[in-house]
């Protein structure tokens, strides 16, 4: 069973930069996809970005040219570099791997593991 763990999260002011990582352990996701979605206070979560094993890269339109996803294949990790962060990025960030169906990457019922998250707070 591939365990998840999500850090990195903290306290930051508008326009600041955040740089989220997520390691895999208990098992190899090195040939999986893997990505972030996000939960806000009564929201639901919602898609941040994807990457494929080889590399290619998705995002929601609210965070394209800001966020950055990558990948160390050889460490299991997965990262999120957050720049020029606005209040509305505040949420609770979670990592997930292993996606069944590459046509639903923004689906979040479509992954099969998940980290516990970590909390984003972005202050005005």
């Known amino acids: 069973q591939v365990q998840l763990v999500e850090s990195g999260g903290g306290l930051v002011q508008a326009g600041g930069s955040l740089r989220l990582s997520c390691a895999a352990s208990?098992?190899?996701?090195?040939?999986?996809?893997m990505g972030w979605f996000r939960q806000a206070p009564g929201k639901e979560r919602e898609f941040v970005t994807a990457?494929?094993?080889?590399?290619?890269?998705y995002y929601a339109d609210s965070v394209k040219g800001r966020f950055t996803i990558s990948r160390d294949n050889a460490k299991n990790t997965a990262y999120l570099q957050m720049n020029s962060l606005k209040p509305e990025d505040t949420a609770v960030y979670y990592c997930?791997?292993?996606?069944?169906?590459?046509?639903?990457?923004?689906?979040?019922?479509?992954?099969?593991?998940w980290g516990q998250g970590t909390q984003v707070t972005v202050s005005s």
């Open positions: 990457i494929w094993s080889g590399g290619r890269t």
């Open positions: 997930t791997a292993h996606l069944r169906d590459y046509n639903r990457y923004v689906d979040r019922t479509a992954y099969d593991y």
């Open positions: 208990g098992g190899t996701v090195s040939s999986s996809a």
